[in-house]
């Protein structure tokens, strides 16, 4: 069974430019969350979907947005890019009545 | 509110030694808690988890935690490390079909 695959694996961008990232979930699985993981901060928390809707969504601000499509693929948007924002972004799945989640291994956005 | 804790942010520790990564929670409602790793340059792998039953639970690789109710606690151990166990450990408590994560513990493990 494939695991969680996400794209591009690196993504080099200059400030106020916009980036699009990508994630297929484990087959089955309908929930998809979005982690950013910044040297030093640890995981914080982004963004959650499930069936198609947003669920819930961390204390960012508004031009980190996402949308999941019907095969229950994800993509996270970050317009306005700034320095800050570089990090590494996993995204996890889920399936339906289960706890735990299972990691993608990662994009690393870096903004110059 | 639910959170997670893990008072240290390394531990380093010598090849084939014992050792103890500490978490501890807080949670007003039934918990559902994990163990993940994540070696350099890579995403997380759950590790272990704790959903009911036993309070003792084991991986594949040696690892083991224990769910102490009382003192709201999941430490995880292992008798003896290799080289290998060299990653950032993640404790993580589940609620709402979310994860609240603690911070992160180094293993450093020197020859």
């Known amino acids: 069974e494939a695991g969680v695959t996400q794209s591009p694996t690196h993504l080099i961008k200059t400030r106020g430019q916009q980036a699009t990232l990508r994630c297929s979930p484990i087959?089955?699985?309908?929930?998809v969350y979005w982690y950013q993981q910044a040297l030093g901060l640890g995981l914080q928390f982004l963004l959650w979907y499930d069936e198609g809707e947003e669920r819930n969504r961390g204390n960012f601000p508004p031009r980190f947005s996402g949308r999941q499509f019907p095969n229950y693929s994800s993509e996270l948007n970050v317009n306005a890019l700034e320095l800050e924002d570089s990090a590494l972004y996993l995204c996890?799945?889920?399936?339906?009545?289960?706890?735990?989640?299972?990691f993608g291994p990662g994009t690393r956005l870096t903004v110059l | 509110a639910q959170s997670v804790t893990q008072l240290d942010s390394q531990v380093p520790v010598f090849e084939e030694a014992p050792v103890e990564l500490r978490c501890n929670y807080s949670?007003?409602?039934?918990?559902?808690l994990f163990w993940y790793v994540q070696y350099p340059n890579q995403g997380l792998q759950l590790l272990l988890k704790y959903l009911s039953g036993s309070t003792l639970v084991e991986s594949i690789n040696g690892f083991e935690a224990e769910f102490n109710k009382s003192q709201t606690s999941f430490h995880l151990r292992k008798p003896s490390v290799h080289i290998s166990d060299t990653a950032e450990y993640f404790c993580a408590v589940g609620y709402n079909y979310q994860l609240i994560w603690g911070a992160g513990t180094k293993l450093i493990i020197k020859p």
């Open positions: 949670s007003s409602v039934s918990v559902y």
């Open positions: 087959s089955g699985h309908t929930s």
């Open positions: 996890a799945s889920r399936g339906t009545g289960y706890r735990e989640q299972f």
